[in-house]
């Protein structure tokens, strides 16, 4: 869990993010964009990927957040939504407070279970994959 408190102004540029420009956006494939539409979340999203250029170790998982959100050009790209539904930038990161979020399963056996169920709760695809979305009472 991240809490982020923000204010507008600048900050100096020594996180270590680079932006990484993508040949193809993934959020306009056409599967995925057609669940985004179904979900009126088509067009709000946005995908930005970025590189870290610090030596980074897993036990220093506080301090990639806090140089992620600290990054300039991090920053530029955050939108928050608004309660109207429109965009806008958040500001400068001030402040960050990580909490670890615990984790006790490790294997994904459990989701067998959706398979076998009876009733049935999801599908089987041919590839394997398994779907089910609520149904569509448009």
């Known amino acids: 869990?991240?809490?982020?408190?923000?204010?507008?102004?600048?900050?100096?540029?020594?996180?270590?993010?680079?932006?990484?420009?993508?040949?193809?956006?993934?959020?306009?494939?056409?599967?995925?964009?057609?669940l985004l539409k179904k979900w009126d979340l088509h067009g709000k999203l946005q995908l930005h990927t970025f590189y870290y250029t610090k030596y980074y170790h897993k036990l220093q998982g506080p301090q990639l957040i806090q140089d992620l959100f600290s990054d300039p050009e991090f920053q530029q790209r955050l939108q928050v939504a608004?309660?109207?539904?429109?965009?806008?930038?958040?500001?400068?990161?001030?402040?960050?407070?990580?909490e670890p979020v615990p984790a006790t399963e490790t294997r994904l056996d459990m989701f067998d279970r959706l398979l076998t169920a009876d009733p049935p709760v999801v599908r089987k695809t041919a590839d394997g994959d398994i779907i089910k979305c609520m149904d569509d009472y448009r």
């Open 82 to 98: 608004t309660k109207s539904g429109s965009a806008q930038r958040q500001g400068v990161i001030r402040n960050i407070k990580t």
């Open 1 to 34: 869990m991240i809490q982020i408190e923000s204010n507008e102004g600048s900050v100096a540029a020594t996180a270590g993010f680079k932006a990484v420009q993508q040949a193809q956006n993934p959020l306009d494939e056409p599967y995925l964009k057609s």
